[in-house]
């Protein structure tokens, strides 16, 4: 079984800080890990995804993200924010065995503050 | 490459009607999924697809919700009848290269 834990379901950030949206997962397979943004009313646009190759995963629009084994986190990081970064986002994990499941976190609204 | 193509974007039923949505992968990829995303909330898998074989279905809310894949391309969403809480945005998704999942843009309903 695999699961996905967004730890914050919001983050408020000042413009120009960093930004921190923390992920755990869990899964029976080396699992591939995403992180995907949702501004509102649109659909879901990919910002970066690991599937076991570097452990520092970099993304679009200054985002990254570092895949820990040993603390089964999936961490996504931004040095400075910006305002058009407030967005929902979401960590979604994938099986790439069996039945290649995929599973959603429950998101986390990020706010940043002018 | 083209991405996943879904239609129509925005519907507008009352309640007991009935609604299709159609959703166009990108070509070669095998695994096609619908996601129900209600407002404020993550997606929720309804079901998933390997070529036209169906993988998984469990949440499917099947008395009303019926989905197919014929020839293993496009897909194909349908409710009958609607209810109030069927309200969501419909998110067809297609596994590709490295495990990515690939989103579209979303069939969005409003159910009166």
């Known amino acids: ?114 | 490459e083209a991405g996943v193509a879904q239609s129509p974007r925005y519907k507008i039923i009352e309640k007991r009607q009935s609604v299709a949505f159609w959703c166009n992968p990108i070509s070669g990829h095998a695994t096609l999924y619908w996601y129900q995303q209600i407002l404020g909330q993550g997606p929720k898998l309804l079901i998933q697809f390997q070529n036209n074989g169906v993988v998984d279905d469990s949440q499917l809310p099947k008395d009303r919700f019926s989905a197919e894949r014929l020839k293993g391309v496009d897909s194909t969403l349908k409710i009958q009848p609607a209810k109030l809480e069927d309200s969501a945005v419909y998110l067809c998704a297609t596994r590709g290269w490295e495990n990515t999942i690939y989103f579209g843009e979303g069939s969005w309903l409003t159910v009166v």
Not at chain 1, 20 to 49: A, D, E, I, T
Not at chain 1, 84 to 106: H, I, L, M, N, R
Request: proline share 5%.
């Open chain 1, 1 to 114: 079984a695999q699961s996905v834990t967004q730890l914050d379901s919001h983050v408020s950030v000042s413009e120009g800080t960093p930004v921190l949206l923390r992920c755990n997962y869990s899964s029976s397979y080396s699992p591939s890990l995403f992180w995907y943004v949702q501004h509102p009313n649109k659909g879901l646009q990919l910002l970066l995804k690991y599937t076991s190759a570097a452990t520092l995963v970099k993304g679009i629009n200054g985002f990254e993200a570092e895949f820990k084994k040993s603390e089964t986190s999936f961490h996504l990081t931004k040095p400075s924010a910006h305002m058009s970064d407030a967005a929902e986002y979401f960590c979604v994990v994938s099986d790439p065995g069996g039945y290649q499941k995929v599973t959603f976190g429950t998101g986390t609204k990020l706010q940043v503050i002018p």
